[in-house]
């Protein structure tokens, strides 16, 4: 009778460790049900291109070690909406497009301007937010945009390849726009007084002056019309679901509080 007794309790011992095990098993790897009304992407791994120096759209934290910023928030809320898992991978800016277009990442989260000649090989979600160009100088600069136009010595950086490049070129024709991988560098070569200023958009300089507090400032506004979105291969199928978790992120304030969060917007 014992020995009956204890081979009842054995089994249901293991039974009870392998309901467990596969009670644990499904949200592991699904992740979860998609947001009611959103498509479900069934807990799909999807691979999310980021610089991880472009705060405060993505860097990462020297504490941790671990990415943080608007990018890492807003996909995994996405993710969250829509029933998919994100795997963020250190991408470099130079050549990201052609990698787009090649299917290497499931999707570019990297504050990126849409742009016409970009839509042609890449394709684009909605916009999440609308950004503007700034100079940005060190703090005890006297000159202003004007005067940096005028002033035919004056050194001015951007990040080579991107929509920030174009505007340095057409607002400071007459000058050799320096170039650097990214815009970390552009910004220590402007604290060590290598160049004079760094064409940037707002959200990324104010960023840099919150890294760097006391050093940076901007000293003028250049545009203020860009559109930024993510980026997916051609004719990917995660633009939709992408878009509709954006819509429902716009209409219940989430967009809107990351925005704020991370300061894309006041």
Same mark, same amino acid.
């Given at each position: 009778?014992?020995?009956?007794?204890?081979?009842?309790?054995?089994?249901?011992?293991?039974?009870?460790?392998?309901?467990?095990?596969?009670?644990?098993?499904?949200? #592991?790897?699904?992740?979860? =049900?998609?947001?009611?009304?959103?498509?479900?992407? %069934?807990?799909?791994?999807?691979? +999310? @291109?980021? !610089?991880?120096?472009?705060?405060?759209?993505?860097?990462?934290?020297?504490?941790?070690?671990?990415?943080?910023?608007?990018?890492?928030?807003?996909?995994?809320?996405?993710?969250?909406?829509?029933?998919?898992?994100?795997?963020?991978?250190?991408?470099?800016?130079?050549?990201?497009?052609?990698?787009?277009?090649?299917?290497?990442?499931?999707?570019?989260?990297?504050?990126?301007?849409?742009?016409?000649?970009?839509?042609?090989?890449?394709?684009?979600?909605?916009?999440?937010?609308?950004?503007?160009?700034?100079?940005?100088?060190?703090?005890?600069?006297?000159?202003?945009?004007? #005067?940096?136009?005028?002033? =035919?010595?004056?050194?001015?950086?951007?990040?080579? %390849?991107?929509?920030?490049?174009? +505007? @340095?070129? !057409?607002?400071?024709?007459?000058?050799?726009?320096?170039?650097?991988?990214?815009?970390?560098?552009?910004?220590?070569?402007?604290?060590?007084?290598?160049?004079?200023?760094?064409?940037?958009?707002?959200?990324?300089?104010?960023?840099?002056?919150?890294?760097?507090?006391?050093?940076?400032?901007?000293?003028?506004?250049?545009?203020?019309?860009?559109?930024?979105?993510?980026?997916?291969?051609?004719?990917?199928?995660?633009?939709?679901?992408?878009?509709?978790?954006?819509?429902?992120?716009?209409?219940?304030?989430?967009?809107?509080?990351?925005?704020?969060?991370?300061?894309?917007?006041?």
């Amino acid at each position: 009778m014992k020995k009956l007794f204890l081979l009842l309790s054995v089994l249901v011992v293991l039974s009870m460790a392998l309901s467990a095990c596969g009670g644990s098993a499904a949200p #592991a790897e699904t992740g979860g =049900a998609a947001q009611a009304g959103l498509p479900d992407l %069934g807990g799909k791994t999807i691979t +999310v @291109a980021v !610089e991880n120096a472009y705060p405060p759209f993505n860097s990462i934290d020297e504490a941790s070690g671990k990415g943080v910023g608007w990018d890492y928030d807003a996909v995994t809320e996405v993710c969250k909406r829509i029933n998919c898992v994100a795997d963020f991978k250190q991408a470099a800016w130079d050549g990201i497009f052609p990698a787009m277009a090649a299917n290497e990442y499931d999707v570019l989260a990297d504050g990126v301007t849409f742009t016409a000649e970009r839509d042609e090989t890449v394709d684009f979600s909605i916009p999440y937010v609308t950004v503007g160009q700034v100079l940005l100088t060190r703090a005890n600069e006297t000159r202003d945009l004007d #005067a940096f136009k005028a002033d =035919a010595k004056a050194l001015v950086g951007t990040q080579i %390849g991107t929509t920030n490049a174009i +505007v @340095a070129e !057409e607002t400071f024709p007459d000058k050799t726009i320096q170039s650097f991988e990214d815009f970390g560098a552009a910004v220590l070569a402007l604290i060590s007084g290598d160049i004079d200023a760094v064409v940037v958009d707002n959200v990324t300089a104010s960023g840099y002056m919150g890294e760097n507090e006391g050093k940076l400032m901007i000293a003028g506004q250049i545009t203020s019309d860009e559109q930024l979105a993510f980026v997916f291969p051609p004719d990917s199928d995660l633009v939709g679901p992408f878009n509709a978790a954006l819509e429902a992120m716009k209409v219940d304030g989430t967009l809107d509080a990351l925005n704020k969060k991370w300061g894309l917007s006041q």
